[in-house]
C-alpha cells in the first residue's frame, strides 16, 4: 500500500473502495496504480484459510479507472478509449470471482434499468440515480458492458410506418436445415428479423414484420417461396400483438423502409403520417446500430450539417416513432432459454387469474435482465406468447410449474431455444411501472403500486 497517492488518484481509488470494502489495495507497479482485491477462503482440504489476490484494474493519472478486461473480446480497442498499458499486462493472478455485495448489485441495476430506458443517459445523470460519483459510475459501466456486452440500439414504433409483427411457428416433416443453411436462406428475407431454432412442437420460431394494409399476403408469399421451398415443413403463420419488451430491428430492415421516405412533389409538399424525411431515416438507420453515438459524428456519417441528426431524433421522438434508446445485453448467465406457448381453453378460467400472468410478466427478482425479454398475444394457437430465460440455478419444472399454478384455463406448449441464426433478442432490465401489464393492474385491477412489485 502506498503511504501517499496523488490527489486525483486518491480520489478515484476512494471512490472504488467503497464498492469493494477494506480488502482493495492500490499498488505502483511499473509507473502504474494498479488496484487489487485480496479475498480470504476456507480450503477443505487442508482445513486451513487460504489468501488469493486478484487485479481487478488501473487508475490512469487522470483518476480514470480502468477495470481489468479478463473477459473482454479479442478484438482492436477503439482509438477513443484508454488503452491499458503494455507494462500492466500479465499482472493478473486470477480471474475476478468476487462475491459481489448488496450495494454493488443494487447500483447495476440501477445503472441497467436506466440505461434500458433511455441508453442516452448521462454519467452525472447516471450518478444522481446511483448516489455515486462519475468516476464510480463509469467505473461499474464499463464493467457492465464487458460482462454483459451491451449493445446500443433503437426500439422503434413499426406501426408508426403501417408495419405489424407476424410469427411463423415451423415443424419440418422430415430432414432438416442446417443452421448454416438456415442463416443463409433467412437472412436475405429482410421481413425476418429474428429466427430461433427450437425443440418441442416446432422446430422454429421466426418473427417477422410486414406491411400491415395489402403487404400481408404478398409478404408471406415471398417469405414460403424463399425460406424452405425445398423442405417438407408445416408454417403456421399469426399476427403477434406485443405487450412487452419488442422485436430488435436487423439493419436490413431498413433497406424496406426505403419506400417510407418521402420525396418532395408538387402535390405532397410534406411527408404523410407514415412517412419520414431522408434524413430522419438516415438518422433511424445509423442509431439502430449505435444508440449512444454522438451526434455530431452522426451528421459527419450521414453527410448531414451539424445538428440535424439532434433534431431528427428529437423530432422522431416526439412523433412516437421512436420509442426510446435502449439497451440490449447479448451474453446472459441464464441456464437456458424458452418459449412458453399458453393457448386458451377455458377463457373464463383464464379471464379470472389473467392478473396472475400480467403479475408474473413483470415480477421484479434480482436478476439484472427481464425474466421474460419479450411477451405476445397471438392468434393462432389463441392465446400468449413469452420468451423467458431461466437464471442459473432455477430448474426448468419449477419455472413451468410456477406458471401452471397461477395461471388457470391454459394449455402450455414448452419450446426449448436451442440457437439464434438471425437477429437477437432483446435483453435489458425494464422500469416495470412504465409497462401496460403495471398499469392494467392498479386501473383495472385496484392492486396497489407496492404489492405489484413487491
Not at 456519417?301 to 423530432?315: L, M, S
Not at 435502449?326 to 378460467?349: A, C, R, V, W, Y
Request: with cysteine; proline share 4%.
Amino acid at each position: 500500500m502506498i503511504k501517499k497517492l496523488p490527489v486525483k488518484i486518491a480520489k478515484s481509488f476512494a471512490a472504488v473502495k467503497k464498492e469493494y470494502g477494506f480488502h482493495l489495495q492500490v499498488k505502483y507497479i511499473h509507473g502504474t496504480y494498479c488496484l487489487f482485491e485480496t479475498k480470504t477462503r476456507y480450503d477443505a482440504e487442508t482445513r486451513k484459510p487460504v489468501k488469493a489476490t486478484s487485479y481487478i484494474g488501473w487508475i490512469s493519472q487522470e483518476g480514470v479507472v480502468v477495470p481489468a478486461r479478463h473477459h473482454a473480446p479479442k478484438e482492436p480497442q477503439k482509438k477513443a478509449e484508454v488503452e491499458r498499458p503494455e507494462h500492466a499486462k500479465g499482472l493478473e493472478i486470477q480471474e475476478d470471482e468476487r462475491v459481489k455485495n448488496p450495494e454493488t448489485e443494487k447500483h447495476e441495476r440501477d445503472i441497467l434499468r436506466a440505461l434500458s430506458m433511455n441508453a442516452r443517459i448521462t454519467v452525472p445523470e447516471l450518478a444522481k440515480i446511483t448516489r455515486l460519483s462519475n468516476t464510480a459510475v463509469n467505473y461499474h459501466l464499463r464493467n457492465l458492458e464487458r460482462k454483459y456486452d451491451i449493445k446500443y440500439l433503437l426500439e422503434i414504433d413499426i406501426e408508426k410506418f403501417g408495419y405489424i409483427n407476424y410469427i411463423a411457428f415451423v415443424k419440418f416433416k422430415d430432414k432438416k436445415p442446417s443452421y448454416e443453411e438456415i442463416k443463409q436462406q433467412l437472412e436475405r428475407i429482410y421481413h425476418v428479423q429474428t429466427a430461433m431454432t427450437t425443440n418441442g412442437i416446432y422446430d422454429m420460431v421466426i418473427f417477422m414484420t410486414v406491411g400491415s394494409t395489402g403487404g400481408v399476403r404478398s409478404t408471406i408469399y415471398d417469405f414460403m417461396k424463399r425460406s424452405f421451398p425445398s423442405y417438407n415443413a408445416e408454417l403456421i403463420l399469426t399476427p403477434a400483438y406485443q405487450t412487452f419488451g419488442f422485436v430488435p430491428l436487423r439493419d436490413e430492415f431498413f433497406d424496406i423502409l426505403k419506400e417510407k421516405v418521402w420525396t418532395r412533389v408538387k402535390e405532397r409538399p410534406r411527408p404523410s403520417h407514415d412517412e419520414i424525411t431522408e434524413v430522419e431515416y438516415k438518422v433511424l438507420r445509423a442509431m439502430n446500430s449505435n444508440a449512444s453515438a454522438d451526434f455530431s459524428s452522426i451528421d459527419k456519417k450521414i453527410g448531414a450539417d451539424k445538428g440535424r441528426a439532434n433534431y431528427a431524433y428529437y423530432k422522431l421522438m416526439n412523433r412516437g416513432i421512436i420509442k426510446r434508446a435502449t439497451i440490449s445485453m447479448q451474453k446472459l448467465p441464464t441456464n437456458g432459454d424458452m418459449i412458453f406457448i399458453l393457448n386458451h381453453t377455458k377463457f373464463e378460467e383464464w379471464d379470472k387469474t389473467r392478473k396472475n400472468l400480467l403479475m408474473e410478466i413483470i415480477k421484479e427478482g434480482r436478476l439484472n435482465y427481464d425474466s421474460y425479454p419479450f411477451t405476445c398475444d397471438i392468434m393462432a394457437p389463441r392465446g400468449v406468447l413469452m420468451v423467458n430465460h431461466v437464471s442459473e440455478g432455477e430448474e426448468v419444472e419449477i419455472k413451468k410449474d410456477t406458471v401452471m399454478n397461477v395461471i388457470k384455463g391454459m394449455h402450455l406448449e414448452i419450446l426449448n431455444i436451442n440457437s439464434v441464426p438471425v437477429g437477437t433478442v432483446d435483453n435489458r432490465l425494464f422500469d416495470k411501472k412504465e409497462t401496460s401489464q403495471f398499469e392494467l393492474l392498479v386501473s383495472e385491477y385496484g392492486i396497489s403500486q407496492d404489492n405489484i412489485l413487491s
